[in-house]
């Protein structure tokens, strides 16, 4: 009888073990699926915060100055944080309806053709890198820029002043004022331009948005 007892006693304690493990199971599983419904909310947030701050180019009014400040915002991200968290790179592509001409007919950037971002920032820089130079040329004390605003009678009134008297340095000097100005007026072009966007592409997996297609209006 007394051995009936425990064996009794056994089977209880064997069923509770059992209830209780079952139960800390089922609490495990529900914590579980807790945290992972969070972090899929989280997630999900994360890539709406992502693709609101480019959503915002999604319109047909743009401008150059808007497609110049996104190339260089999209590669920055590249730069930093695609390569960081792993997610795949940003990039737009541009198409100009017209061609972009500096001094002496270069072109800077072509009617039709497809530009990314990088491509943008190097124009854009190339741009800036030769009015930069011209602003530290300096004639009498006067830089460049300052003589491109100066009408014929007091250019010539500076010439004097500065003893510039033979025509290959005077027409040197106008060499560069044309050329300034050819390079101040692409890069004021590149910026008054308006686009529009046509497309946005996304990633399959993340969601995330991976290019951004643009067309000068």
């Known amino acids: 009888m007394e051995n009936a007892s425990k064996a009794l006693i ?63 915002k999209v590669a920055d991200y590249n730069e930093r944080q695609s390569k960081e968290q792993g997610y795949a790179k940003l990039d737009i592509e541009v198409t100009f309806s017209k061609t972009i001409e500096a001094y002496n007919k270069e072109k800077i950037i072509e009617k039709n053709t497809k530009y990314n971002s990088n491509n943008i920032n190097e124009k854009t820089k190339y741009l800036q890198d030769k009015i930069n130079y011209f602003k530290k040329q300096t004639v009498a004390g006067k830089t460049i ?16 002043q500065a003893n510039i008297t033979s025509k290959e340095e005077k027409q040197k000097i106008q060499n560069q004022i044309y050329e300034y100005l050819g ?17 946005f592409e996304y990633d399959n997996i993340s969601k995330r948005i991976t290019k951004m297609i643009f067309k000068e209006n």
Request: glycine residues 4%; proline residues 1%.
């Open 10 to 72: 056994m089977a209880g304690s064997i069923l509770i073990a059992i209830m209780v493990i079952s139960l800390l199971v089922m609490a495990y599983n529900n914590l579980t699926e807790t945290m992972n419904a969070k972090n899929d909310e989280e997630a999900i947030e994360q890539v709406i915060e992502f693709n609101k701050q480019y959503d915002v180019y999604y319109r047909n009014n743009l401008y150059g100055s808007d497609i110049l400040s996104l190339a260089n």
């Open 145 to 160: 820029p300052s003589l491109s605003g100066l009408r014929s009678k007091e250019l010539e009134e500076l010439f004097k």
């Open 183 to 199: 390079y101040n007026s692409a890069l004021t072009t590149l910026k008054s331009k308006t686009f529009k966007a046509t497309k």
